[in-house]
């Protein structure tokens, strides 16, 4: 008789949007959208993730957050990383997902959802 191959536990394979969203909730972030795109005309990714921090030091550790966990899980990096100074909105692109992390007062200012209204939203809860 041959030995039994023993069965290795399956670690559950995460998606890049499964990641990010799964970052975001780490720090708390808030009022957390994703926009699917992809039926859009016009749109440049797949996908808008949006969320909102409290301050600029949660938005900040957010963005660092995903930045981390995409590099540690996936070996990805953005191919652009913006507004980490101010951190009024920062952006991080990760070319079929681009991340939104603003400040409350930026959000409503410029409307992302809005502008981009015939996409279909999914809202998580704020844990």
């Known amino acids: 008789m041959g030995l039994k ?3 290795q536990p399956v670690k559950e394979e995460l998606s890049l949007g499964d990641v990010i969203i799964d ?3 780490d720090i708390k972030g ?3 959208v ?3 795109l992809r039926e859009l005309d016009g749109a440049s990714t797949d996908y808008f993730i949006v969320c909102e921090g409290d301050s600029t030091t949660q938005i900040k550790a957010i963005a660092n957050n995903i930045h981390k966990r995409i590099k540690e899980e996936l070996g ?3 191919m652009s990383r913006e ?3 101010s951190a009024n909105w920062v952006l991080l692109d990760y070319f079929d ?3 939104h992390i603003f400040y409350p007062e930026t959000r409503r200012y410029y409307e992302l959802e809005e502008l981009w209204g015939d996409a ?3 809202e998580y809860d704020n844990l």
Do not use: C, H, R, Y
Request: aromatic share 4%.
């Open 5 to 7: 191959e023993a069965k």
């Open 23 to 25: 970052a975001i909730q």
């Open 30 to 32: 808030k009022n957390l």
């Open 34 to 36: 994703k926009m699917d």
């Open 76 to 78: 990805l990096s953005p």
């Open 83 to 85: 507004g980490i100074d």
């Open 97 to 99: 997902i681009v991340v």
């Open 120 to 122: 279909k939203f999914t």
